[in-house]
């Protein structure tokens, strides 16, 4: 898909900034500065040329009412969508959303190929799932269905940002002609859907179940694709017991067995948070990326102050028992 270049204008408004990336063959990611507003979004281009006649018509009817569905919810763990429209005569659909400036999880995974420290592990994972739990508890309640590093983007500060909501599928052939569609990542479709089963909320805890072992471990969930995932315990010896169990009930290949809400899936991961906490004084050159984790013990109780407070009360009364003393 021809990319365009930077200076390129739409809709006398959005001014192409920067070429991110190239997100899949049929989507592309820039940075776009809104020259009305003066403000920096992300804008995603889907190819629409993939589909004509009735598919076409089927296609953009579903485009409009999902894009316009997204722009109406609010979280701060999701980027606002602000606007869409699709360009027939250029076979292109564009998405434009909220911008988060610090790179994608992958990104940050790639970067610590053993896996990131465990009080990341657990804190992105909350945040996550604290995500997800406002798609599952809304009056819809929709599955987000595309969970991957790839779809979680991080500002500068470490908050999350869920970026994609698999708006480029309704032109995919296959689902604008009313077919089954297989949604996700491989590594992060549940067993279930990927056997046909259609979308629903279990798909999302599998895939989060996947993606806290991609970021507890580095190892790439696809590589375990219909085979089963190990425990996390066994691949990186830093993952507690605790830890471990709570990743591999997500990731149950029976839905039954796995956590029945989001809910129960944060609450057991808030628990082991506190197995973990970081060391304060780390060695010389040591960042936050690299810093060690221990397990949090409980805190000293101070010795040595009663001492001093009753020599302080003894010299504060010492004049006064003496006075009294030569009445």
């Given at each position: 898909?021809?990319?365009?270049?930077?200076?390129?204008?739409?809709?006398?408004?959005?001014?192409?900034?920067?070429?991110?990336?190239?997100?899949?063959?049929?989507?592309?990611?820039?940075?776009?500065?809104?020259?009305?507003?003066?403000?920096?979004?992300a804008m995603r281009e889907i190819?629409?040329?993939?589909?004509?006649?009735?598919?076409?018509?089927?296609?953009?009817?579903?485009?409009?009412?999902?894009?316009?569905?997204?722009?109406?919810?609010?979280?701060?763990?999701?980027?606002?969508?602000?606007?869409?429209?699709?360009?027939?005569?250029?076979?292109?659909?564009?998405?434009?959303?909220?911008?988060?400036?610090?790179?994608?999880?992958?990104?940050?995974?790639?970067?610590?190929?053993?896996?990131?420290?465990?009080?990341?592990?657990?804190?992105?994972?909350?945040?996550?799932?604290?995500?997800?739990?406002?798609?599952?508890?809304?009056?819809?309640?929709?599955?987000?269905?595309?969970?991957?590093?790839?779809?979680?983007?991080?500002?500068?500060?470490?908050?999350?940002?869920?970026?994609?909501?698999?708006?480029?599928?309704?032109?995919?052939?296959?689902?604008?002609?009313?077919?089954?569609?297989?949604?996700?990542?491989?590594?992060?479709?549940?067993?279930?859907?990927?056997?046909?089963?259609?979308?629903?909320?279990?798909?999302?805890?599998?895939?989060?179940?996947?993606?806290?072992?991609?970021?507890?471990?580095?190892?790439?969930?696809?590589?375990?694709?219909?085979?089963?995932?190990?425990?996390?315990?066994?691949?990186?010896?830093?993952?507690?017991?605790?830890?471990?169990?709570?990743?591999?009930?997500?990731?149950?290949?029976?839905?039954?067995?796995?956590?029945?809400?989001?809910?129960?899936?944060?609450?057991?991961?808030?628990?082991?948070?506190e197995e973990f906490a970081p060391?304060?004084?780390?060695?010389?050159?040591?960042?936050?990326?690299?810093?060690?984790?221990?397990?949090?013990?409980?805190?000293?109780?101070?010795?040595?102050?009663?001492?001093?407070?009753?020599?302080?009360?003894?010299?504060?009364?010492?004049?006064?028992?003496?006075?009294?003393?030569?009445?």
């Amino acid at each position: 898909m021809q990319t365009l270049q930077p200076g390129t204008r739409l809709r006398d408004r959005y001014r192409i900034a920067e070429l991110v990336g190239t997100i899949s063959p049929v989507e592309t990611l820039y940075r776009i500065d809104d020259e009305r507003f003066s403000t920096v979004w992300a804008m995603r281009e889907i190819d629409a040329s993939r589909v004509s006649g009735d598919a076409l018509e089927r296609a953009a009817a579903s485009f409009e009412r999902e894009s316009a569905f997204y722009e109406g919810l609010r979280h701060q763990g999701m980027a606002q969508v602000v606007d869409h429209w699709l360009d027939r005569d250029a076979g292109r659909a564009y998405v434009v959303s909220e911008w988060a400036d610090g790179g994608s999880l992958s990104d940050r995974i790639r970067k610590h190929p053993q896996g990131l420290p465990l009080d990341q592990v657990v804190d992105l994972g909350s945040k996550t799932l604290d995500v997800l739990y406002f798609f599952h508890t809304g009056a819809e309640h929709t599955p987000y269905r595309v969970l991957s590093p790839s779809t979680v983007w991080l500002t500068s500060d470490d908050e999350i940002k869920l970026v994609d909501f698999a708006l480029a599928t309704s032109f995919d052939p296959k689902r604008a002609a009313g077919n089954a569609y297989r949604f996700g990542q491989p590594g992060y479709v549940s067993p279930e859907h990927a056997a046909g089963g259609p979308p629903d909320l279990a798909m999302d805890t599998f895939a989060a179940g996947a993606l806290l072992h991609y970021m507890a471990t580095g190892r790439d969930p696809a590589l375990h694709e219909g085979e089963g995932f190990p425990p996390p315990s066994e691949l990186r010896k830093e993952v507690t017991a605790s830890l471990s169990d709570v990743i591999m009930k997500a990731l149950n290949k029976d839905p039954k067995q796995r956590y029945h809400d989001i809910g129960g899936f944060k609450h057991d991961l808030m628990a082991v948070a506190e197995e973990f906490a970081p060391d304060e004084s780390p060695s010389a050159g040591a960042t936050p990326s690299t810093r060690t984790f221990q397990a949090a013990a409980p805190a000293e109780t101070k010795k040595g102050c009663g001492g001093a407070a009753l020599l302080v009360l003894a010299l504060l009364l010492a004049p006064i028992v003496i006075y009294l003393a030569n009445m």
